[in-house]
């Protein structure tokens, strides 16, 4: 997936983030990428690269490195 095509889910990760504090960052990028793409946030959903229940940055960059590789 090329940065421009992830902009959008980046975007609205950082919009949850802000809107949603409560909520772990991993789950804010899988919200994110499933408003966006549900069809890849299906095909990532309760697999290794499932970012829902991280919390941790480096983790969800990891994860965004993942779908920008994968898909």
């Known amino acids: 997936m090329k940065q ?6 980046l ?5 949850m983030c802000s809107e949603y504090p409560h ?3 991993g789950q ?6 499933y408003e966006v793409y549900p069809d890849i946030a299906d095909s ?5 690269e499932d970012p829902f229940y991280v919390n941790n940055k480096d983790q969800v960059d ?3 490195e993942y ?3 994968n898909y």
Do not use: Q
Request: charged share 30%; aromatic share 10%; proline share 3%.
């Open 11 to 15: 975007k609205r990760y950082g919009e």
């Open 23 to 25: 909520w772990r960052t």
């Open 28 to 33: 804010c990028l899988f919200n994110a990428l």
């Open 4 to 9: 421009d095509d992830l902009a959008p889910v």
């Open 67 to 69: 779908i920008k590789n």
């Open 44 to 48: 990532m959903r309760g697999g290794r």
């Open 62 to 64: 990891r994860c965004v």
